[in-house]
């Protein structure tokens, strides 16, 4: 079973404004003596960042394995073994996690092993989520 993140149109046009802004700091008066193919090759690199952050952003994904959850999202992935999930919760805070949010709470993953001890995700439907994740983790505290 697959669940699609949910996407959060302010943080796109966020990221799209500080990039836009980013990418005109070279057509700046002062930079009057830098060469055509330097004020490109910023602008490239600008347009291939925001393309990468969209990417990433737009493409996050759980997908419910047999053994596993994969969290996908652009080039990253992650499997998290049903086992080393201990508890599910709501989440608070809104800038942390797969899915950098800045309008709705999530939820928290609590595991076994990882870096902080927990990963912070965005379900489209977090009711349906939890009654999946509740079938494949029955000693898991929600």
């Known amino acids: 079973m697959v669940f699609r993140s949910k996407g959060d149109i302010s943080f ?3 990221i799209f404004l500080v990039v836009l ?3 005109n700091i070279p057509l700046h008066p002062v930079y009057k003596e830098v060469s055509l193919s330097i004020i490109i090759n910023i602008f490239g690199i600008f ?4 393309g ?10 759980y997908v419910f394995c047999k053994d596993y959850l994969l969290i996908k999202g652009g ?9 080393n999930i201990t508890k599910v919760s709501p989440k608070t805070d809104g800038f942390t996690g797969y899915r950098i949010s800045s309008f709705d709470k ?3 993953l609590f595991l076994k092993s990882a870096n ?3 990963i912070k995700i965005l379900p489209m439907d977090k009711m349906e989520f ?4 509740r079938k494949r983790c029955s000693n898991t505290q929600i």
């Open 75 to 83: 080039p990253f992935r992650r499997k998290i073994p049903y086992q």
């Open 47 to 50: 347009i291939i960042s925001l």
């Open 12 to 14: 796109f046009t966020l």
């Open 106 to 108: 999530g939820l928290e």
């Open 21 to 23: 802004i980013m990418a």
């Open 116 to 118: 902080l001890g927990s």
């Open 130 to 133: 939890i009654t999946e994740l």
């Open 52 to 61: 990468f952050i969209l990417w990433y952003g737009a493409s996050i994904k």
